[in-house]
């Protein structure tokens, strides 16, 4: 068993609380700005000494309470990412994010509870093997390892960075704008205009293992990337270039937990709005209230998966607002689930499966060989040893 005193527990919330500072504030807002990989800039910008800036990036970074990396263009990449929600059935859960492994081409496994109960995933997926991919998660369900699966394909993603203009710094807390919220979403949407999709540009598995490495860490320097390659950094440095020049870093992602960790939840949330202006103007206000993570718009639909992270106190001000939205029309549902930020399990995007000369190789058959020798080999075990966990979770991307 794991305990936790009430005075470790309150330590633990107003040392998070400390490190959202006024100082801190101006930095990562100025890194979101003008980028975060020059921090001379950010000390231009904000007036900050270098040295100031580079211990409190620095000292947020070994705390875990700062992190940065890219979202790639996976549409440039020849992937598109999927969401799948699999709900298993009881006492096959360990099975269940074995399986989704399986394929290799996975971003992200969480269990989740609430509407689906099992386990939450993204995965980037060659394109033209989406079919491919469903075929895969109907037979996980054929298995006996899930009762049944929900797959949203979803465009790019988004990932604002916590709107500071609802935090004070001096009393260390937030302003929650529920009715103000509500009003700015509930407003008549304007025009908009229609985003020219992305298509696969050219790249190879060099530029692949740079997108990567910026993926897991988006301030890694070139040098790194130079050893890693066996190349000059002049040639590394002529490859990022052109790879941000020609779109393949969507964004970059600055990651501060705007709430502390004991005392929020994290959620997944499907908001499916009544017209594409609507889903437009949804998209612009979602991106600028500090719960909201990362938005992605689902192929095909008038709907957008946001990744929500909020003071437990406050979700039945958020559902009060949602059902508030679908009494008057903007939306037309909502779903939600629960993640449970102790299981979180990642990696960066499948680049050991391209090859420069073939692209990306994905085989089914072989998939469903492994997943069947997967089942088999948890039916013969006896006595599964349970595996409880303590510690908490700071990350959440």
């Known amino acids: 068993m794991s305990h936790i005193a009430p005075e470790e527990y309150l330590e633990k919330i107003n040392r998070f609380v400390s490190f959202l500072d006024p100082a801190n504030v101006k930095i990562v807002t100025a890194m979101r700005r003008y980028g975060l990989r020059n921090l001379q800039i950010i000390s231009d910008k904000t007036n900050i000494p270098r040295p100031t800036v580079h211990a409190r990036v620095?000292?947020?970074?070994?705390?875990?309470?700062?992190?940065?990396?890219?979202?790639?263009?996976?549409?440039?990449?020849?992937?598109?990412?999927?969401?799948?929600?699999?709900?298993?059935?009881?006492?096959?859960?360990?099975?269940?994010?074995?399986?989704?492994?399986?394929p290799g081409y996975w971003l992200r496994l969480i269990r989740c509870m609430g509407e689906c109960n099992g386990y939450y995933s993204t995965h980037a997926i060659p394109l033209e093997k989406?079919?491919?991919?469903?075929?895969?998660?109907?037979?996980?369900?054929?298995?006996?390892?899930?009762?049944?699966y929900r797959l949203l394909w979803l465009g790019e993603a988004r990932s604002p960075l916590p709107d500071f203009r609802y935090y004070d710094s001096k009393k260390k807390s937030w302003t929650f704008d529920w009715p103000g919220w509500l009003e700015a979403l509930a407003a008549k949407p304007g025009q908009t205009q229609r985003k020219n999709p992305s298509i696969p540009g050219m790249f190879d598995?060099?530029?692949?293992i740079?997108?990567?490495?910026?993926?897991?860490?988006?301030?890694?320097?070139?040098?790194?990337?130079?050893?890693?390659?066996d190349m000059t950094v002049p040639a590394v440095k002529y490859r990022f270039d052109n790879l941000a020049r020609s779109g393949f870093i969507q964004e970059y992602v600055i990651?501060?937990?705007?709430?502390?960790?004991?005392?929020?939840?994290?959620?997944e949330m499907v908001l499916d709005f009544k017209s594409n202006e609507g889903l437009c103007h949804?998209?612009?206000?979602?991106?600028?209230?500090?719960?909201?993570?990362?938005?992605?718009?689902?192929?095909?639909?008038?709907?957008?998966?946001v990744r929500v992270y909020l003071p437990r106190t406050q979700m039945n001000n958020l559902l009060t607002m949602l059902s508030a939205l679908s009494r008057i029309g903007v939306l037309t549902g909502f779903t939600y689930v629960l993640l449970d930020p102790m299981t979180i399990r990642t990696q960066t995007f499948s680049y050991e499966y391209y090859e420069n000369n073939t692209g990306w190789q994905y085989d089914n058959l072989e998939y469903f060989e492994k997943l069947r020798k997967v089942s088999s080999a948890?039916?013969?075990?006896?006595?599964?040893?349970a595996n409880f966990q303590s510690a908490p979770v700071l990350g959440f991307q």
């Open 58 to 102: 620095s000292k947020l970074e070994k705390e875990g309470l700062l992190r940065t990396w890219i979202h790639p263009n996976y549409a440039k990449l020849g992937l598109v990412r999927g969401m799948a929600l699999l709900t298993t059935k009881p006492g096959r859960e360990l099975l269940a994010p074995e399986a989704l492994r399986v």
């Open 130 to 148: 989406r079919w491919d991919f469903e075929q895969y998660l109907e037979k996980v369900v054929a298995s006996g390892i899930a009762s049944e």
């Open 205 to 208: 598995k060099k530029d692949l």
């Open 210 to 229: 740079i997108l990567k490495e910026l993926v897991k860490d988006g301030r890694t320097k070139l040098t790194h990337l130079a050893g890693l390659l």
């Open 255 to 267: 990651d501060m937990l705007p709430f502390p960790p004991e005392i929020s939840d994290l959620y």
């Open 282 to 305: 949804g998209e612009k206000t979602l991106s600028s209230l500090p719960m909201v993570m990362t938005l992605s718009r689902v192929e095909g639909t008038n709907s957008i998966a």
């Open 378 to 385: 948890f039916d013969k075990e006896e006595g599964i040893q």
